[in-house]
């Protein structure tokens, strides 16, 4: 595969990628033109006696639970057992500024997938007469096998045309939203102008580097983006805007939502429509309109943009498709007591969402969400879910509340200070809540004892100049 | 713990899918029809459906009688027609390529034009439409717009996007990173609290622009080329307390509930009269929303896009004076800051009392400010007036 022409620097030497995995990691096979160049953690949770299998030419280093244990020695109880939770171990020991967190659920974002599939169409096309206005539906599902013969075949199954004839379907509503992949072509076929970049790791990287404006909510969404800039009105004082210390991705396909929604649609993908005309599977059509661009419509509500989650205001942050500047927000980025032997599960995220949130707004860093998409392909058991949440839904009720009121002393103007003062405050206002947040708040200092201990340079949460509030 | 699906239940699932491109559901036995009304997945369908206005009569016995009035109803958002004013602002004299090119979506809707007091000409509108004429009062400005045509030639209805924004709810209290949960194909997220789900009433619908995009006369200037051709498919709700600049191009709003926030009070000395000589929609922009925030309305901002045509210089425009933008950066921190008293119920307490902080903090420094509140003031007066006729 061409690597893709790119203004953004890859940053080799400066970002790890972490993995917690309890399985195979053969889909590192499917990353591996994205993720070869880097460094990755890979925290085994799970059956320590167990080998995990990664395929050949990665650069590793890998840590099972005997390892976190004898790294940690007493302070690892604060390393969840048998929930992702224990990514934020590999953070903890990443020597790096960024970090990529990436779940062993995701396959491929659309463009990796797309790519495949034009290799194909692409090679019939350039030898034959480019026929304008034509569409090919490609079911986006069946690209998990990798096997292209295996979309016709679905498609000739299903009657509607296959994505080699190109017929015209009427089947299709007629506010498709379209993507246009633009570097995308210029990989294959044509030239493109703008090059604009779909690679998610490349993406997470442009956000992070560049700033954020959370004091002023900019109608255009990301001023530093090519292509768009800071809207009339929008105050010149601000914008320079605050470095950016978080990146939060989405995903199309299977949303991330939370069980009592996925009980009630348990078909919803994340699209422009209520049900996919087929709803197992995720469409998207092509159009070949002239030599230099292919469009391709899709179901699938792709929404080209980042933005900043303005100061004050708080998200669900998901640790799917998340990155972030170590050396900015770091110490922040603990996920809780999960899984093996805790009330709670699949609020690791969360948690640490809110406690960054926090502490971003105090130290005047940015937090940025939207691009770059996954494909997100494995929905999981809602029922499982139900029973790991449902504390969680009932508690959030009170987290929330506490989180939007609570503020942090200005003297504290490092990272670790405001995670300490906020382990005091969840002790004194949540502990009365449940017995859980008192045993969290003591897990929040040991983490941050063991973060220092392994990060002794000090470097880690170094304020930027002049940010602090 | 599920059976496996039933041809029974295939079916259903494929009729409602279908649902609403059926006119007539007496030959639907009603063993089915409780099926598809009563059972819980199709419980939210149901509560759409009767909303709707479709059903004739819900009994409660058990047994329901439908008769479904207008399919087509059955995926639109209930606002009537009568209930929409489309405000538009004449700069220019003929408006007759302007309003054809939007009648297929004006049509339906009472106008209401407004002719700009300088503009000595008769207007000229082509015939059709249901309007009145005003040649005095402020207005907002919509002249120089036209619909954005998406990738088939077909014309987007920004009108529909924007009353679907203001009848749907908004979210400000927290952060959905769907966007708008109430979009069809998505939701809330994982994590976000259900005690917020049900939302509040949106205010103010904050649309965008293709092509020229609204910038200020330095950006355009630097980059006279630069055309916004990035189609963001999202509405999203304005977090609360968060600022956000306000292009009087391209908005609605809930006249009921803060109607009299939409007032471009603040005139700069040297006004122009393209669109980046003013800052009076920025004001009104940043008082509708420390309005909105205190009432607990929504703001929502995103779709619809408009396309919008080139017009004027900006190198021209950046030698007149352009002390808005510097006079901008001393207010927002005032209006970050503000903040109303419990007793401001309405929309009308509320500007009056933006008003007198203004007085009070910018008026003295600067006259501008003052006239700006003085001006506030009166509309609030002569709002209560019209209104009470």
Known sequence: MAASRSSTPVLKDELDIVIPTIRNLDFLEMWRPFFQPYHLIIVQDGDPSKTIKVPDGFDYELYNRIDINRILGPKANCISFKDSACRCFGYMVSKKKLTRDSLECLIAIVPIDLQYVFVDMIGNFACKTMNLGKYFIVDLTSLQSKDPTHADALCSANKYPSNRKGLLSPLFPKNWFRIFIESFIDMQVAKDPSGKEINALEQHIKNLLSPSTPFFFNTLYDPYCEGTDFVRGYPFSLREGVPTAVSHGLWLNIPDYDAPTQLVKPRERNTRYEQALYPNSTFAAFSVQDTDHIYIYSFLRYVDAVMTVPKGTLFPMCGMNLAFDRELIGPAMYFGLMGDGQPIGRYDDMWAGWCTKVICDHLGLGVKTGLPYIWHSKASNPFVNLKKEYKGIYWQEELIPFFQSVTIPKDCTTVQKCYIELSKQVKAKLGKVDDYFNKLADAMVTWIDAWDELNPSGSSGKLPNGAAK | MRNPPTLLSLAIDSAVINFCRISDLSFVPEHILLELFVGKVFLRFFIKVVQSDCIRDVTATGTIEVEIVNPERMSQVIIKDDEVDIVIGALQSDLTSFMEAWRPMFSRFHLIIVKDPDLKEELKIPGGFNLNLYTKSDMDKVVGL??????????????????????????????????????????????????????????????????????????????????????????????????????????????????????????????????????????????????????????????????????????????????????????????????????????????????????????????????????????????KQVRSQ
């Open chain 2, 146 to 383: 036209s619909s954005t045509k998406d990738s088939k030639g077909e014309l987007t209805d920004a009108v529909a996007q924007h009353i679907t924004n203001l009848t749907t709810p908004a979210t400000p209290f927290f952060f959905n990173t769907l966007y708008d949960p109430f979009s069809e194909g998505t939701d809330f997220v994982r994590g976000y609290p259900f005690s917020l789900r049900s939302g509040v009433e949106c205010g103010l619908s904050c649309g965008l622009w293709l092509n020229l995009a609204d910038y200020d006369a330095p950006t355009q200037a630097l980059k006279p080329s630069a055309r916004n051709s990035r189609y963001v498919d999202a509405v999203l709700t304005v977090p609360a307390r968060a600022m956000l600049p306000l292009s009087g191009i391209n908005i609605a709003f809930n006249n009921e509930l803060i109607g009299p926030a939409l007032l471009p009070a603040f005139r700069l000395a040297k006004e122009g009269k393209f669109r980046w000589e003013t800052v009076e929609d920025i004001w009104t922009g940043m008082c509708a929303k420390v309005v909105c925030d205190h009432l607990r309305l929504g703001v929502k901002s995103g779709l619809p896009y408009v396309w919008r045509q080139e017009r004027g210089s900006a190198v021209e425009s950046l030698k007149k004076e352009w002390e808005g933008v510097q006079l901008m950066e001393e207010v927002v921190p005032f209006f970050q800051s503000v903040r109303l008293s419990e007793a401001a119920v309405t929309a009308e307490d509320c500007v009056a009392e933006i008003a007198a902080s203004v007085t009070e903090q910018l008026g003295r420094a600067n006259p501008m400010f003052a006239r700006a509140a003085e001006i506030m003031v009166e509309w609030i007066k002569l709002w």
